[in-house]
């Protein structure tokens, strides 16, 4: 069978967690480190490793039918002078680290006079995400001289530039090189992006309709798990008092009518802390199942 859609996989500190988001919505990828085709257990895709920077420009001249990247990418490939239209399928809230966002941040040296970013007016700025960066000081009125980084960007300042504008999930990376934010520069999350021409292909929208909500089925998935019980009818109260729910927990009768199943989905977290109540709360066969998938 022919691949009906294209599609970009980012290529370094998301390719791990993509390839694993993929494997939990039911589609097993499998990456050869000398290949940047990896290969996929669906006929109707094909896939090609991109940086993610790079993302935007292939899927925006139909190169790629759709593709993963982040939203700080497609910022900067928007604030270009020869940007194309793409259209949003879907927000992926993953990273590389966490289930989350990531933030671009603005930082300077712990011992640095500068506090907030007009204190850097005239100053250089060191930065991988030059355009982005460029239009955040615009915005907020501030000359800033905004320099290109290949990579270290942590260890630059104050030798090589004033401030920094650097990528954290966590922030350890900058404590750790004696860094002190002053502002949020723009928060990311993975975004599902397509080509308008592609969405216009009726085969492939529903492509990626399916895929769209394979994924986000799995990142809802993702950190809850599946709880079962059972508990007879005069004590149902007690225990719906107890049990956190994603939406109403399920109740069906059992074939003897004073008793009841409940089914809910819960936060794994919680799970230690919640069976004992429910056990007071005198429920029986308790049973906690994984999930893969929540489809809302």
Request: with cysteine.
């Amino acid at each position: 069978m022919t691949p009906i859609l294209k599609l970009g996989l980012p290529k370094g500190s998301l390719q791990d967690a993509t390839v694993q988001l993929f494997a939990r919505a039911g589609f097993n990828i499998y990456v050869n480190s000398r290949s940047y085709f990896p290969a996929i257990d669906d006929p109707e895709i094909s896939c090609m490793l991109i940086r993610a920077q790079e993302m935007a420009r292939y899927v925006a001249d139909g190169i790629l039918d759709a593709g993963l990247t982040g939203l700080d990418w497609i910022a900067e490939y928007a604030a270009g002078p020869a940007s194309r239209a793409l259209t949003p399928v879907a927000d992926l809230i993953y990273a590389k680290q966490s289930f989350g966002c990531v933030r671009w941040v603005l930082a300077v040296p712990e011992d640095s006079p500068f506090t907030q970013p007009s204190d850097l007016e005239g100053r250089t700025v060191a930065t991988e995400l030059v355009r982005a960066t460029e239009s955040y000081f615009r915005r907020i009125g501030v000359n800033v001289n905004v320099e290109f980084s290949w990579g270290a960007t942590e260890v630059k300042p104050p030798v090589l530039a004033d401030a920094i504008v650097e990528v954290t999930e966590t922030g350890a990376s900058l404590r750790a090189n004696r860094l002190r934010i002053i502002d949020t520069v723009l928060e990311s999350h993975t975004q599902l992006i397509a080509h308008p021409e592609s969405l216009a292909d009726p085969r492939k929208q529903t492509k990626l309709d399916q895929l769209s909500m394979l994924l986000q089925a799995a990142i809802r998935a993702q950190g809850r798990v599946g709880l079962m019980l059972n508990v007879r009818r005069s004590d149902l109260a007690a225990v719906l008092a107890v049990l956190p729910a994603l939406q109403r927990p399920t109740v069906a009768p059992l074939s003897d009518e004073d008793w009841v199943a409940v089914n809910t989905v819960i936060e794994e977290r919680t799970v230690r802390q919640l069976m004992p109540s429910l056990k007071a709360a005198k429920a029986e066969g308790i049973v906690e199942y994984p999930l893969n998938k929540i489809v809302l």
